[in-house]
């Protein structure tokens, strides 16, 4: 999900866009289909309660009040900045497994019209996949 990179950038290397934090990836995924490790659950539950309360029965994220899920993610937050509207994750740090390994591939980007993506990536999907691999790879594994 949205991500800030946090790799210094080499200037030779081809790389994939960054994040403009369009939002879309949490708008589409915040509401029910997203989920959260038990470790995670676990370490919100001791050290970040705030988080933890929007967990019932190890599923993310529902309102603590009713207990129905929520249509949309509580940590998605907009930002306006020179005109234009940014979404950010007040959790970032301690965002679920789900939302630091995306993006995860370019079919899902594609589908999910992930702003990421670049017309040249659709050319070549293994190059772009590399690319993206190397841009996450303080989030997640490589998939290739
Ligand atoms: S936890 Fe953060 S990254 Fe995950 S859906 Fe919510 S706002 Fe997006
Ligand atoms: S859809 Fe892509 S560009 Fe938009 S916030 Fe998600 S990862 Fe970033």
């Given at each position: 999900m949205i991500h800030f990179p946090i790799v210094a950038d080499s200037e030779t290397l081809e790389k994939m866009k960054d994040c403009n934090q369009c939002g879309k990836c949490c708008i589409k995924y915040g509401d029910g289909a997203l989920s959260a490790t038990a470790v995670e659950i676990d370490l919100w539950k001791l050290f970040e309660p705030h988080i933890y309360q929007y967990v019932k029965d190890n599923e993310i994220w529902f309102c603590p009040e009713t207990g129905v899920q929520l249509s949309r993610c509580p940590f998605l937050e907009i930002e306006s900045s020179?005109?234009?509207?940014?979404?950010?994750?007040?959790?970032?740090?301690?965002?679920?497994?789900?939302?630091?390994?995306?993006?995860?591939?370019?079919?899902?980007?594609?589908?999910?019209?992930?702003?990421m993506i670049d017309v040249k990536d659709l050319e070549d999907f293994k190059k772009a996949q590399s690319k993206l691999d190397d841009l996450m790879e303080g989030s997640r594994p490589r998939r290739q």
């Amino acid at each position: 999900m949205i991500h800030f990179p946090i790799v210094a950038d080499s200037e030779t290397l081809e790389k994939m866009k960054d994040c403009n934090q369009c939002g879309k990836c949490c708008i589409k995924y915040g509401d029910g289909a997203l989920s959260a490790t038990a470790v995670e659950i676990d370490l919100w539950k001791l050290f970040e309660p705030h988080i933890y309360q929007y967990v019932k029965d190890n599923e993310i994220w529902f309102c603590p009040e009713t207990g129905v899920q929520l249509s949309r993610c509580p940590f998605l937050e907009i930002e306006s900045s020179q005109g234009k509207e940014k979404y950010t994750c007040s959790i970032y740090l301690s965002r679920p497994e789900d939302c630091r390994h995306y993006p995860s591939n370019i079919a899902e980007m594609v589908r999910d019209e992930c702003e990421m993506i670049d017309v040249k990536d659709l050319e070549d999907f293994k190059k772009a996949q590399s690319k993206l691999d190397d841009l996450m790879e303080g989030s997640r594994p490589r998939r290739q």
